[in-house]
Nanobody
Framework: QVQLVESGGGLVQPGGSLRLSCAAS????????MAWYRQAPGKDYRELVA????????VYADSAKGRFTISRDNAKNMGYLQMNSLKPEDTGVYYC???????????????WGQGTQVTVSS
């Protein structure tokens, strides 16, 4: 199967930066799409922060535009989210999501990581 493991979360002051990483491992033929979602405190849903499809246009939530940058290293099956000028409202659990093709004859399946906590507070 496929596993996604996030890292890089932590406590940071407003205006600070963090870089989240997502490592995909397992039976991976290719990754079609990789995205980051956030679940804010007290919310029971995850909202899209940024998405980077293979060969497609990058999408950012309005709140992330100009401050966050999503990137991928396809050779290493890694994804990243560089977060700058962090605000308290960026606080939440950040989840990596990837649509993975295991074999060329199969459709892509979606996977989630376990999440990494980001807290922006002074």
């Amino acid at each position: 199967q496929v596993q996604l493991v996030e890292s890089g979360g932590g406590l940071v002051q407003p205006g600070g930066s963090l870089r989240l990483s997502c490592a995909a491992s397992g039976n991976i033929f290719s990754i079609n799409d990789m995205a980051w979602y956030r679940q804010a405190p007290g919310k029971d849903y995850r909202e899209l922060v940024a998405r980077m499809p293979t060969g497609g246009s990058v999408v950012y939530a309005d709140s992330a535009k100009g401050r966050f940058t999503i990137s991928r290293d396809n050779a290493k099956n890694m994804g990243y989210l560089q977060m700058n000028s962090l605000k308290p409202e960026d606080t939440g659990v950040y989840y990596c999501n990837a649509w993975v093709i295991i074999t060329p004859t199969m459709r892509a399946s979606g996977y989630w990581g376990q999440g990494t906590q980001v807290t922006v507070s002074s």
